[in-house]
């Protein structure tokens, strides 16, 4: 969607709407956040040890438990649990497993249906656990639109759309056109859609990982916050993990560290920070809903390279993310890198191009946050010291589902077991890493240029676009 003409910089007509924006995650900003338990002292000792405190190593610990309740687990967090992207992301619980159905077909054309159905088992576990284990954190079954705002998008979803009907992979999908997006939600930049009708989920991120932190610690799980993980070493048949005040003796480990350094060290090259913003309005009044028409709260993105997305909560505040990415030089994990004014602004502006019904609302917080980004832009999987250690990163921004998937794979990983999933392509194979610097940042900067530019032209792709595709280096969205 084109934004209206920016002036002195970053300042607009719409940055007066950002002046009481606090500079926080509107989800973690919240008076029922829980205390953090103690951190670790001393030494431990259990089956199981789980690094990581967001969504990857919360799920382990807990489908650890409900396989075996027997089994000793650990789990140790850095800081809080669900403080980074756990906390931080938009809360779109997905069913795909392959960040997009595009994307999925792109590179596991065979194996595409069975990704599919295997997504949509995973979404369900989700839904079943939210309500086996009282997970009070707003699921909401309502789908998502993939919206076009240009023409060439709309001509681009409704190719999409019979493509995936001769493939048999349509099923739950409808086309919009641009009465029928626009009646179920009314912004004038609308001109066609695809709804998802059953794939996707809205929830409270930061709720569900506090929500899977009290369902661990029921079961028996000892979590200890405030405690990085520092060292990784063999222990005779199993591993040591050193933490600042004690260590961890454990038969297996599961990394669920995600965008911060692993604590397997060739791992590191396949994943790159990049910092995704976000802001959130004051509650919107009974007419201003009415004046956009959202009555079925569903989860909403549009079409372009840089695109946005955006949703409800559940006190009916808009949710709008998205559009820039930033890749910080060298890869670095920086809590300045969290805060990006000149982000804001054009996502303000954005915002009431979409929505100019909304003209007066105000937003209430303004906040980023790293995202695991590999080559492939879906997770991959691996183990380390003779499968004694499993990870699973590069979720890419859609780990709010995933992230339970690769829980599970871990698990088979680390009981060595053959199973359905652990059988995948998508599971055995790794995607390229990236290369070191400076050849990283300008092939990340040269890549952003060249998707802004494709946006302005029509979606056509340049030569370095065309190149990175073939190599299959993702960069689609």
Request: charged share 25%; hydrophobic share 40%.
């Amino acid at each position: 969607m084109a934004p209206s003409a920016m002036t002195h910089g970053i300042v607009n007509r719409w940055t007066k709407s950002l002046s009481d924006a606090q500079p926080v995650a509107y989800w973690l900003d919240d008076p029922g956040r829980p205390h953090p338990e103690p951190a670790l002292t001393g030494a431990e000792s259990c089956d199981l040890l789980v690094v990581g405190g967001g969504y990857s190593g919360l799920w382990t610990a807990l489908i650890a438990k409900e396989r075996d309740p027997r089994r000793d687990v650990v789990l140790v967090e850095g800081r809080e649990v669900g403080w980074a992207a756990s906390g931080r992301n938009g809360g779109f619980c997905a069913a795909s497993l392959t960040h997009g159905l595009a994307n999925g077909l792109a590179r596991w054309p065979d194996e595409i249906h069975r990704l599919q159905e295997l997504g949509a088992h995973n979404l369900d576990e989700i839904e079943k656990s939210v309500a086996r284990h009282s997970l009070d954190c707003d699921f909401e079954r309502t789908g998502e639109i993939d919206v076009a705002t240009e023409p060439h998008q709309a001509a681009e979803l409704r190719s999409w759309y019979e493509e995936l009907g001769r493939k048999g992979l349509a099923t739950g999908i409808e086309f919009l056109d641009t009465e029928a997006v626009r009646e179920q939600v009314a912004s004038p930049t609308f001109l066609a859609g695809l709804y998802d009708r059953t794939g996707v989920a809205m929830l409270n991120p930061a709720k569900l990982v506090w929500g899977l932190k009290r369902a661990c610690l029921r079961l028996g799980v000892r979590v200890y916050e405030h405690t990085p993980a520092l060292t990784l070493r063999s222990y005779g048949a199993g591993m040591a993990v050193r933490t600042p005040y004690g260590s961890v003796r454990a038969r297996r480990i599961a990394l669920g560290t995600n965008i911060f350094p692993s604590l397997v060290k060739r791992v590191r090259a396949y994943t790159v920070p990049v910092y995704d913003y976000a802001l959130m309005t004051e509650p919107l009044s009974e007419a201003q809903l009415a004046d956009i028409g959202w009555h079925n709260r569903q989860g909403l993105g549009d079409s372009a390279n840089q695109f946005h997305y955006f949703r409800l909560s559940a006190d009916n505040r808009v949710l709008w993310g998205g559009y820039d990415a930033i890749y910080p030089y060298g890869g670095r994990v920086r809590a300045e890198y969290d805060d990006r004014p000149e982000t804001y602004a054009k996502l303000a502006d954005h915002f009431f191009t979409c929505f100019p019904q909304l003209e007066g609302v105000r937003f209430t917080h303004a906040w980023g946050g790293a995202i695991d980004t590999c080559s492939r832009f879906s997770a991959f999987f691996g183990t380390a010291h003779g499968g004694r250690v499993a990870y699973a990163a590069g979720f890419t921004g859609l780990g709010v589902g995933a992230t339970r998937f690769g829980a599970d794979v871990m698990l088979d990983l680390l009981a060595g077991e053959r199973t359905e999933r652990t059988s995948l392509e998508m599971v055995r194979k790794k995607p390229l890493p990236f290369p070191p610097e400076p050849f990283a940042w300008t092939g990340i900067a040269l890549t952003k240029w060249s998707l802004a530019r494709a946006d302005e032209r029509g979606g056509r792709r340049n030569l370095w676009l065309k190149a990175m595709d073939r190599f299959g280096l993702g960069f689609d969205s």
